[in-house]
């Protein structure tokens, strides 16, 4: 009877993937959530958690919302009709940083420092690149583009690099990417908050929970406040309200890089450059 013990422990491990220490937790918060083993898999829904191999993709349908969580504790939130992918974690001492790729919709990072060090990611869309060494904040992708939001970032923790040209971010500024890769930095507006929050996503650095609206992690399935707005649809409007900011802007740089403004960026600072990192032209009556 003493080897029941042994043999039911060995059972379990058997039945446990090798690595599974190694790979991404996928749960799932509320609606449907899934996973793709590759990009034209079946989507297999996913109830409670998952673990997410190297390559696969995590997904979220309308309504929807799913939390990722990284080997270093490092959290990823997607919010509604999202679709990610990660691949293989690495060591904050690899050359290689830790690639995670936002097909479509939108995200909420809290990337974590580690003891010593830096965390080592990098974000790709269709348009744009996303280097993050330890921070929280947005970012979406959608038909218009993207749009990366800084809730909490220090200097050097994100730069969004674009059309061959790379911008620093700091708290509280936002940068549109279009399509056409014309990049707009400027304070964060209600209408870039909004879009991200419709999604299911919090939009504030301290909050209790990644998500908004009374969404909670764990919670069962269709609790919490209805998202109704599909994720990166606010696109837009965001680039929008940046663009009418920047045309009233009082004081214009003429550099061929954006410069980074002060943590507390004045809405009036923004600028607009093209994929060639050249000024795009102030609108008439807003001279320099």
Same mark, same amino acid.
């Given at each position: 009877?003493?080897?029941?013990?042994?043999?039911?422990?060995?059972?379990?491990?058997?039945?446990?993937?090798?690595?599974?220490?190694?790979?991404?937790?996928?749960?799932?918060?509320?609606?449907?959530?899934?996973?793709?083993?590759?990009?034209?898999?079946?989507?297999?829904?996913?109830?409670?958690?998952?673990?997410?191999?190297?390559?696969?993709?995590?997904?979220?349908?309308?309504?929807?919302?799913?939390?990722?969580?990284?080997?270093?504790?490092?959290?990823?939130?997607?919010?509604?009709?999202?679709?990610?992918?990660? %691949?293989?974690? &690495?060591?904050?001492?690899? /050359?290689?940083?830790? $690639?995670?790729?936002?097909? !479509? *919709? =939108?995200?909420?990072? +809290?990337?974590?420092?580690?003891?010593?060090?830096?965390?080592?990611?990098?974000?790709?869309?269709?348009?744009?690149?996303?280097?993050?060494?330890?921070?929280?904040?947005?970012?979406?992708?959608?038909?218009?583009?993207?749009?990366?939001?800084?809730?909490?970032?220090?200097?050097?923790?994100?730069?969004?690099?674009? %059309?061959?040209? &790379?911008?620093?971010?700091? /708290?509280?500024?936002? $940068?549109?990417?279009?399509? !056409? *890769? =014309?990049?707009?930095? +400027?304070?964060?507006?209600?209408?870039?908050?909004?879009?991200?929050?419709?999604?299911?996503?919090?939009?504030?650095?301290?909050?209790?929970?990644?998500?908004?609206?009374?969404?909670?992690?764990?919670?069962?399935?269709?609790?919490?406040?209805?998202?109704?707005?599909?994720?990166?649809?606010?696109?837009?409007?965001?680039?929008?309200?940046?663009?009418?900011?920047?045309?009233?802007?009082?004081?214009?740089?003429?550099?061929?890089?954006?410069?980074?403004? +002060?943590?507390?960026?004045?809405?009036?600072?923004?600028?607009?450059?093209?994929?060639?990192?050249?000024?795009?032209?102030?609108?008439?009556?807003?001279?320099?």
């Amino acid at each position: 009877m003493r080897l029941l013990p042994c043999v039911l422990a060995a059972a379990i491990v058997a039945g446990i993937p090798a690595g599974a220490a190694e790979e991404t937790q996928l749960r799932a918060v509320r609606g449907t959530v899934g996973y793709q083993a590759a990009k034209d898999a079946p989507f297999a829904r996913v109830f409670g958690s998952f673990l997410l191999q190297n390559d696969q993709f995590a997904v979220t349908r309308g309504g929807s919302n799913a939390l990722l969580v990284l080997t270093d504790s490092s959290e990823v939130a997607l919010g509604e009709n999202t679709d990610i992918q990660v %691949g293989q974690i &690495t060591q904050v001492s690899a /050359t290689e940083p830790t $690639a995670i790729t936002l097909v !479509a *919709g =939108a995200m909420r990072f +809290a990337i974590r420092h580690p003891a010593g060090g830096q965390s080592n990611y990098r974000f790709f869309t269709s348009t744009s690149q996303i280097a993050v060494r330890g921070t929280i904040g947005m970012l979406s992708t959608g038909p218009d583009g993207d749009v990366v939001s800084c809730l909490d970032c220090a200097p050097g923790d994100v730069t969004v690099s674009a %059309g061959g040209n &790379t911008f620093p971010l700091v /708290t509280g500024q936002s $940068a549109v990417v279009t399509t !056409a *890769g =014309a990049v707009t930095i +400027a304070t964060t507006s209600t209408a870039i908050a909004t879009s991200f929050a419709h999604t299911g996503l919090s939009t504030v650095a301290n909050s209790s929970t990644p998500f908004s609206g009374g969404i909670h992690a764990g919670t069962a399935a269709g609790s919490g406040a209805t998202a109704g707005v599909a994720a990166g649809a606010g696109i837009a409007a965001a680039a929008a309200a940046i663009q009418t900011s920047a045309n009233s802007a009082a004081t214009r740089s003429g550099a061929p890089v954006i410069a980074v403004p +002060a943590p507390a960026p004045s809405p009036t600072g923004a600028i607009t450059v093209n994929s060639h990192g050249t000024e795009l032209p102030a609108a008439p009556g807003h001279g320099r």
